[in-house]
Every structure is written in C-alpha cells, then in structure tokens.
C-alpha cells in the first residue's frame, strides 16, 4: 500500500520534476553564486519573484494544452504561422547553439573535475565531449522511463549535496528571512544588473515548453488536470526557488574569487579548506548532477519542439509521446548533441554571455502568446482569469525592460 501510495506521489510531481531538474543548470549555478558574492542574501527575495513569474508561464503552457489537446507549438503554428517562423530562425536555432556550448563546457569542467578526485587525468574538452555522448546513447535506447529514473536520481544527488552543504554555511538565519521577505536593493554598482539575472535565471527559458510534453506523458485531462498541473508546476519551482536560495546563501560566504565556472570550484575549495575535504567533494558532486540534469533534459525535450514544429508545419498529426521515434526529433538530437561540442574552444566566460542575452528576448515573446491564445482560442472554462492576465502584463513589462537592460550591456561590454 505505502509503495503504491509513493508511486502515486512520485508520478504525480514527474513532470515538474524534470522541468525543475532540467531548468537547473550551469547558469542558476554560477549567476545565484556570484550574486552572493556581490551582493549577499539581500536579494533572496529575487529567486521568489523570478519563480512566481515562471509559474505564471508554465501554467499558461498547461492551460492551453489541457483545453486544446494541442502543444503550444503546434497552436502558435495554427495561430501565429508567419511570426513563428522567425521565432525559430532568430531564436531558437542560436539558443540551442548557446545552450548546448554552455551546457557541455559546464559538464567538460565538473566532469574533469570528479574524475581527477578518482586518480584520471583528462581535459575539459574530452569530459565534456564524453557528456554529451553519454547523453545522446541514453536517449537514442528511446525508453522515458530509463530518461525518468536517472533524472530521479540525479535530483537525490542534487538536493542532498547541496542542501548538506549550505547547513554548513554561517550565515545568520535572520539575515536569510530578512532576504526572502523585505525586498531591497542594495547601493552598489552593479546591483541591478545581477538582482535582474538572478531573477531571470530561476528554471531556465525555452525549457518552460518542455513542460508540456511531459504533461501529455501524465495524461492528464480537463480542469481537474489543470488543477494537478499547478500543484505539481509551485512543487517544480519550490525546488528550484530552494536551489537558487541555496546558492546564493553559499555563494554569499563560500565565494572568494572567480566566476562562471571558475566560481563553482572556488566554492568547492571553500568546503575543503574551511569546513571539510568531503563537503568540497559533496559540492562537486552536487555541482555536477545539476550541469548533467540540465544537459540530458535539454538533449530529450528540446529536439522535441524541433519535431513538433515540423510536423505541424506539414499538418501531420502525431501523438507528443510518438515524436521522439520521428526522423525529425532524431535529426535535432544528434545535431544538439555533436555540434555545440565545437565552442569547447570558445572561452566559456563569451558562450555565457551570449547565451543570456539570447535567452532574455524569450519570456515576453511567451507572455504575449498566452495572451493570446488563453484569451481568444479556448472556452470560457480555460480562459485566463483577470488575476492572470494581470500577471502575464507584468512578465511581459519586467522580462522586456530586463532584456533590454542586458542588451544595452552587451553593447557597452
């Protein structure tokens, strides 16, 4: 009875699971670090901001499709063909070459990293190339439930290590509270830009439409779906809001210096020196399932929405779980997975960059569908309530005036 109750439990929170763990990666990792280091717990209430703004997203994404039986790529397809596919041209081709360089960087460093802890000696370049292989064979087997439990367990690893780690941290718990509930900003340069990138960072960008095919997986259906959704989407980002804040508090003490990935092994030195060898090994290891997570959820979910928006371009009708046997979704896995291995020669300090100036231009361009489509092409049952409207305004202004600050610093770098 307790193990049928657990497995009811735990296919319930799946797939907010693998959006949170996909969602986590390299940029939480190094952005909530490095604002603790600049600029404290002062900002904790960022992370909470930024995770109430993402929800309001993928609960949009979710409404849609429970009250069409339709992915929200094929309904922009339907809806907004034309502006769609410049969405794909200028967006999302250049976001997968971003993220996919990020991501196998990141894994290159903590990969390298673990394996040296292990007495082998190899580079950044073969770690990471080895990731993304790794990667690419689990999923060629085509088996979610082999997808499912190795993202399972990476979210164990993750949040033991991590959470064990920042009860180590001296940070007083006043401080922590004052951080999460009394917004402030604090009067130093640079204050703004990194509040608005730890804000913006919480549970990734494009992988919010990820969402929706798992949620086709948990055959959901009808506003009692819906209401399923929403709780299993606040339990997705309660664990990436309690991931970010984690970071933060660590980052906030344990950074001495670096950035980017740098930062996370000036993080791990932290633990061994001045708490214990082991925690500095707890956190390498925590460091690098959230990197691998994020990698191997990228490499399932996002040819998805390649495949997707083929077929739909075609008017060819396929189930979402059937999509990962098409030709398309196969196409896009394999170029994912081998052609970003060639920015292992770009410094990773320029892919991330790049890559979050890139990924800002996404949530209005989101916001602004769900608007419209919530509004105008489903019943009345499904249509957003004034309350959600009124959230999807805010996103739209805030991730606009965000993106165009961080484009202006682009410009100015």
């Known amino acids: 009875m307790l193990n049928n109750g657990f497995k009811r439990a735990y296919l319930f929170i799946l797939p907010g699971l693998l959006m949170a763990m996909t969602g986590v990666g390299v940029g939480d990792l190094a952005t909530a670090g490095f604002t603790g280091a600049q600029l404290g717990t002062t900002v904790l ?124 941290v001296p940070v007083q718990p006043m401080d922590i509270i004052s951080g999460l509930f009394i917004p402030q900003l604090p009067a130093q340069p640079g204050a703004l830009s990194w509040t608005l990138a730890l804000m913006g960072g919480v549970g990734g960008t494009l992988t919010i439409i990820c969402y929706g095919y798992w949620l086709a997986a948990s055959q959901r259906k009808g506003m009692q779906g819906l209401r399923s959704s929403r709780w299993d989407i606040a339990i997705s980002y309660g664990l990436t809001c309690l ?60 040819p998805l929405i390649y495949a997707d928006a083929v077929h739909s371009f075609k008017g060819i009708k396929i189930p979402l779980n059937q999509l990962p046997k098409s030709f398309s979704y196969k196409l896009w896995l394999g170029l994912l997975a081998i052609l970003p291995m060639l920015s292992l020669e770009i410094p990773f300090k320029e892919i991330q960059k790049l890559y979050s100036v890139v990924g800002a231009f996404f949530m209005p361009i989101l916001a602004l569908t769900l608007l419209w489509l919530n509004n105008r092409q489903v019943d009345s049952e499904f249509k957003n309530s004034l309350v959600t409207n009124i959230g999807l305004i805010l996103v739209t202004i805030f991730f606009v005036a965000a993106s165009l600050y961080k484009y202006r610093e682009f410009l100015l770098f």
Not at 152 to 164: D, R
């Open 243 to 302: 991931f970010g804040i984690a970071m933060v508090i660590i980052g906030s003490v344990a950074v001495q210096q670096g950035k980017g990935l740098s930062l996370l092994l000036s993080i791990s030195q932290y633990f061994t020196q001045q708490i214990n060898p082991l925690m500095g090994i707890l956190f390498l290891v925590g460091a690098w399932a959230a990197i691998f997570s994020s990698l191997l959820g990228v490499w399932q979910a996002v």
């Open 45 to 168: 209430w960022a992370i909470l901001l930024g995770g109430l703004f993402k929800f309001i997203l993928t609960e949009g994404i979710a409404r849609w499709q429970l009250a069409s039986n339709t992915s929200i790529i094929q309904g922009v397809v339907q809806h907004l063909r034309k502006p769609f596919i410049v969405f794909m041209l200028l967006y999302f081709v250049p976001w997968c070459w971003f993220v996919g360089g990020a991501l196998i960087n990141a894994a290159g460093v903590a990969g390298k990293e673990l394996l040296l802890l292990l007495g082998f000696e190899v580079t950044k370049a073969q770690a990471g190339i080895a990731h993304s292989l790794i990667a690419l064979a689990l999923l060629a087997l085509g088996r979610q439930a082999i997808f499912n439990r190795v993202m399972s367990l990476l979210a164990v690893i993750l949040f033991a290590t991590v959470l064990s780690c920042v009860l180590f």
